[in-house]
T-cell receptor, first 115, second 114 residues
């Protein structure tokens, strides 16, 4: 069965510093991986996804994620954090083979960026 | 205008009451989903529908039912609400655009069961 794990409940970063939010996955077959962000009192927003191709995926708001097959990881990164990046971040994997199936979400990581 | 809308946005109800959460979408997508979000548990799938005639149970369907009234509408019902159904509920759709498939989420419905 497909699954994702987000090992950190919270990540604290100073504004201007690089940030990383970790995600590892377990899939049978080729992984379809996603990152979503939830700002306070808002719904979920799609950030980026990996299906095939380059291991470094660029997404919205300056975020990017690096797919690492050998480490089964899909960490979310940003070179310079902003206070406005403070939010809840969810990693997800698509259930089933190919592009069919539902999304399986991690439990979320709270990112706190301090001025 | 939002592509995926949910009503109500907030609801307080009492144990044992029946409640319906509604979701509408203007994306023209066939696939629709209901998730609940609980702190520390992430998002969990309740029900999903791949078209009007197709309804499937998700990870945590007990205590819930759904109705796909039309392609654009997918409602979630709690027949007899209980306190552990207090959560944030998200509706979502998914579809293909220019060869890419993406999920679109509604703003969420915050439900409190007393």
């Amino acid at each position: 069965a497909q699954s994702v794990a987000q090992p950190e409940d919270q990540v604290n970063v100073a504004e201007g510093n690089p940030l990383t939010v970790k995600c590892t996955y377990s899939v049978s077959g080729n992984p379809y991986l996603f990152w979503y962000v939830q700002y306070p009192n808002r719904g979920l927003q799609f950030l980026l996804k990996y299906i095939t191709g380059d291991n470094l995926v660029k997404g919205s708001y300056g975020f990017e994620a690096e797919f690492n097959k050998s480490q089964t990881s899909f960490h979310l990164k940003k070179p310079s954090a902003l206070v406005s990046d403070s939010a809840l971040y969810f990693c997800a994997v698509r259930e089933g083979e190919g592009s069919q199936g539902n999304l399986i979400f991690g439990k979320g990581t709270k990112l706190s960026v301090k001025p | 205008d939002a592509d995926v809308t949910q009503t109500p946005r907030n609801r307080i109800t009492k144990t044992g009451k029946r409640i319906m959460l509604e979701c509408s979408q203007t994306k023209g997508h066939d696939r629709m989903y209901w998730y609940r979000q609980d702190p520390g548990l992430g998002l969990r799938l309740i029900y999903y529908s791949f078209d009007v005639k197709d309804i499937n149970k998700g990870e945590i369907s007990d205590g819930y039912s759904v109705s796909r009234q039309a392609q654009a509408k997918f409602s979630l019902s709690l027949e007899s609400a209980i306190p552990n159904q207090t959560a944030l509920y998200f509706c979502a759709t998914s579809g293909w655009l220019a060869g890419k498939e993406t999920q679109y989420f509604g703003p969420g419905t915050r439900l409190l069961v007393l």
